[in-house]
């Protein structure tokens, strides 16, 4: 199923006539309650386009819908517009795996050390920012890996993954699977433990990711694909030094106050009142905290794609709410994702496993 | 009254004696329930201390805070850590204006442009990023002008926000007025026209920001300074060629979905349900739509800041989704809050009118 195809249906454009048929699914009549996810899957497996059926968009209409407002953040330049679009089946085979993460230092760092890790050509220093016409987001791409930035929040990046999804589609990308690096907070592990998430929760615990449509709320599953959490839970093994677990992601609106912390510039509650929230997050199956996790779930499950949430714990929540450790060790704690998912993509393309390398990600993420 | 001495009150640090005080009125058997606006409110008004009585940090622990988690996303270059910490009382003296934005190359060139609109001494042009430490945010300083980004959304805002009041605190900055400026989508005004916002709204059109703390919602008042936005409207007399009106502005949590927007990865709903929405919020007072504002509003307010948001309307929502104005068009528009804050900066200077001038703002904002 092109996930991407049916993403189209919903575009509200100039389509070719052979479209019409996939906009008229969206039909109020249908028995779901319109906006409900059960009626959104059902009007998806409704769809289907065979390869040959998928509507293409006139080049021209292509250009105008990446460079206006259906990609108005992402603004890919115009120059780098014709490898999505005369080259899209190159751009296809390439691109297999997109990793995510708020910091666009941090997601240059990452092309440049999967340039290494893949054993490409030349030193991969001058690897090209691909939205090099926006500070909003920066994008690089390595070989068959998209490394992309979203900034911090959930808005931010409902945003990217929007614009990302629509720019894969005109590429005609398939099984593309995504992931999401990032730091956390921790909550009763140590301090450099990466978290696989299973599930996204929200502040109350619950494994929903709550979206605003039209002024009413629509609730979404947060659950993430398991037998990639498995894979990359088996692939931690390779990488030595550091505990990795597969366990609840937390994700919040807010880093101080709706994270329990004590030292923003607004507090209204006790030391004691956190600490009970955060013991009874940890009881209810939370093991890090961060600000992405349940919209990047909701919308990835939704479309159809193949996703994973990978992030180290800076610290303990439970021991406190600042980060402690010196620079070096940061530096090395933020690599250690990174490094997970290099031995994870390395071994999906059937490469041997490298010799002992150090990341190259710099502590610009923080 | 020190809005950002009572910020203090409630920072979880080892304060000297003096403060323990203050903090002992974070006192569960208060008669407000606990996390209430008015049981906060109450707290705040409570404390009230005088300027000999304020509780000082030792300059280590300034920089400890700074330097770690309390300030864990602006990450203030260390060798300008004396300016703030040793050279407070010029700092206090300097900074009374600070303006926000989304991206960092518009609130680099809008500190560009205030340099010239206060004729400063030297071009500007080498203006420094005083957050070079970290790509999450940038801030520079002109004078007596802040200017710095916020990332998208609220919950990037927010960490901002919390790091900014603290920073002005440590800097004993006094009467500082905020404000906001950006852009948006307009609801039944002509493209090009600026919206002052008198009251933030949420995706209900109610004048309310709901925070999650420790998982529970707590709801804060969103109504912004209304002199301040009567004064900005006066100016707007000054500055020709464009139309200025004060509104509600709608703050939503997403950018496609939650606007209404028929072109994003997904859509669940037909255009007539998308109009009828939008035609609501106009009919509710809205004129135009962003993504910062209830929360911007919410904190300013309860920290005792003199707030204001100036958004520019790159469209009217109710004839589309995608911005179709050429590219030269866009960037006039985006210069039009700035030329606005500008000449609102300089009459409360009291600088006579500087002749026309051109703003500097790239369009790397969109």
Redesign the interface.
Known sequence: MYYSEI?LA????ELPPSSVQLCSC?D?AQAQP??STA??SGQLLALRPRCSDAPRLPVRRQRSLLA???A??C?VRTDSMPVLVRNAHKFTFYTQFVCVG????RMKAFAQFMHKELGLEGSGEDVADICA????YAMYRTGPVLSISH??????I??M???L??LL?HAKCRDVTIIRIGTSGGLGIKAGSVVITDTAVD???QPRFE?????DV?VRSTDLDRELAEELLACSKEVPNFPTLIGHTMC???????Q????????????E??LE?LK?AHKAGVRNIE?ESTAFAA?CR??GLRAAVVCVAL?DRLEG????APREVLREYQQRPQRLIAAFIRRRLGLCPPPATEGTTDL???
């Open positions: 993403a919903f575009l509200d454009l969206l109020p319109q906006g009626w959104l206006s407002g259906a108005a953040h603004r708020g910091s666009p230092n016409g926006t500070d909003r900034g911090m929040g959930i808005p931010s409902s945003i993954l929007h614009e999804i629509k589609h502040a109350s615990f979206q605003v449509v039209l002024g629509v919040t609106y807010d880093f101080y106050e709706g329990g912390r004590l030292d923003g510039a607004l507090c209204s509650f006790s030391s009142k956190k929230y009874r600000m919308m939704l479309c610290l709410d600042q980060i402690r610009h993420g923080l």
